[in-house]
């Protein structure tokens, strides 16, 4: 399939693919383990099944992987060239006349087909997504799963009944010591007390469901406030079906409560229409131009990884690593403070989004230019000799406290006297 590549660009897409889908799917699994541990608690909070939990990570998928695709793209071209820096490989190809251009080749052509996916993402994808996770996360809290119980407590499952379950087995579906206390409009009120009982779908309605009681005693109080008539009915029953309602999928809010659910069309649409609010078109713009801005970023990703892999000569040090790092995570910050702000009206989006990129943009293509064009050019000289020197610092310091707590734990011990 690569055949018609030249070899020395097949080589360069082999130290990049793998490093590259190995960061990022390390930092996606990293996003989603953190995301995960904070679902569990708030399902069993709630007390809905756990199969929900991994369908809401799916939905979180399309925005941890617009996170992740653009530090796993940084990382692997810099991986990739800082390999072939500390080999001396990357002397030899500039040697034989290959320029940095010509070596990015490969790089550059990974990062169009990421910057399409991203495109997808940020602007489709992510929007729908976010909105099917808000449904499941009101779909859990209302109970609309039909598995909101909680053990060995009172709920509120329909506008008139209070339910509460000793024992939960099965998933939720098995329960066990069931009270239930439901009032009728007409004032009338059923004490229900079971052995066990099993939820159940409907095919009549998809809005309610049957809890099936077994073994269990009705006391039914009429309401009828003469004293002499107040005496209730007690039934007992081998097998009773209690209708239970659930919240209607229509009372859930429509996609577009906040500017990350909109998907591009929908985003030019309220950003630059005189009939929506200023409010709502401030933060339409906010949100367009920092997905924009986030998308662009990208194609600057490989000059900065390169201009960060290659170290000063005899050193092997990994500092570019460290600060590709920072750079990458505090430029993403930024940007999402200037959304917050540029929402508000406070600043124009255009300043606040694009002032920063422009910013990042010369400083980026500033290093690369001091080490594609400038002899001997290192862009982070300067922080590696501070670096090297704080190193070389804290290595004698602990050095010296090596020594002194040896000589502590070891004193000389005189000879004894003949």
């Known amino acids: 399939m690569l055949k018609f590549l030249p070899s020395i660009d097949r080589y360069i897409l082999r130290l990049t693919i793998v490093p590259?889908?190995?960061v990022f799917v390390l930092a996606a699994?990293?996003?989603?383990l953190d995301k995960m541990l904070r679902l569990f608690d708030f399902v069993a909070v709630e007390g809905g099944p756990i199969g929900v939990v991994f369908k809401m990570l799916g939905a979180l998928i399309p925005e941890y992987a617009s996170l992740a695709i653009p530090l796993g793209l940084l990382l692997g071209i810099l991986f990739a060239f800082r390999k072939l820096a500390t080999t001396s490989e990357l002397d030899v190809l500039r040697g034989v006349g290959l320029s940095y251009g010509r070596l990015l080749r490969v790089p550059y052509f990974l990062t169009g087909i990421l910057v399409a996916v991203n495109i997808a993402l940020v602007f489709y994808i992510q929007p729908i997504s976010r909105y099917y996770y808000e449904q499941l996360e009101y779909d859990l809290r209302s109970g609309a799963l039909g598995a909101s119980i909680k053990v060995g407590?009172?709920?509120t499952v329909a506008e008139r009944m209070a339910l509460r379950i000793e024992e939960s087995e099965d998933n939720g579906r098995q329960l066990k010591g069931i009270f239930a206390r439901v009032a009728n409009q007409k004032g009338q009120v059923l004490s229900i007390s079971?052995?066990?009982?099993?939820?159940?779908?409907?095919?009549d309605s998809v809005d309610t469901i049957i809890l099936r009681l077994t073994d269990g005693t009705i006391i039914q109080d009429t309401g009828v406030k003469d004293q002499s008539a107040q005496t209730p009915r007690v039934l007992s029953f081998t097998r009773h079906d209690l209708p239970i309602d659930l919240p209607r999928m229509e009372e859930f809010r429509a996609r577009g409560d906040a500017e990350r659910e909109y998907i591009l069309p929908e985003l030019l649409k309220i950003g630059w229409s005189d009939r929506e609010s200023e409010a709502k078109r401030d933060a339409s713009q906010a949100s367009f131009n920092f997905r924009l801005v986030e998308v662009v970023m990208m194609l600057l990703m490989p000059l900065l990884a390169v201009s960060l892999a290659v170290p000063p000569k005899r050193s092997t040090s990994a500092l570019g690593v460290f600060v590709s790092i920072?750079?990458?995570v505090s430029y993403h910050k930024i940007n999402q403070y200037a959304e917050d702000i540029a929402a508000l009206g406070r600043v124009d989006p255009i300043i606040g989004l694009w002032g920063p990129f422009v910013l990042f943009a010369a400083l980026i293509v500033w290093m690369y230019w001091t080490l594609a064009h400038k002899p001997g050019g290192?862009?982070?000289?300067?922080?590696?000799?501070v670096f090297a020197k704080l190193s070389k610092r804290?290595?004698?310091l602990f050095k010296r406290r090596r020594h002194r707590t040896d000589d502590f734990a070891s004193p000389t011990v005189p000879e004894p006297a003949e």
């Open 394 to 396: 804290i290595g004698k």
């Open 326 to 328: 920072v750079m990458v």
């Open 20 to 22: 590259m889908m190995s």
């Open 153 to 155: 407590e009172f709920n």
């Open 29 to 32: 699994s990293l996003l989603l």
């Open 194 to 203: 079971a052995r066990e009982g099993r939820f159940l779908a409907t095919t």
């Open 378 to 385: 290192q862009p982070i000289g300067a922080l590696e000799s």
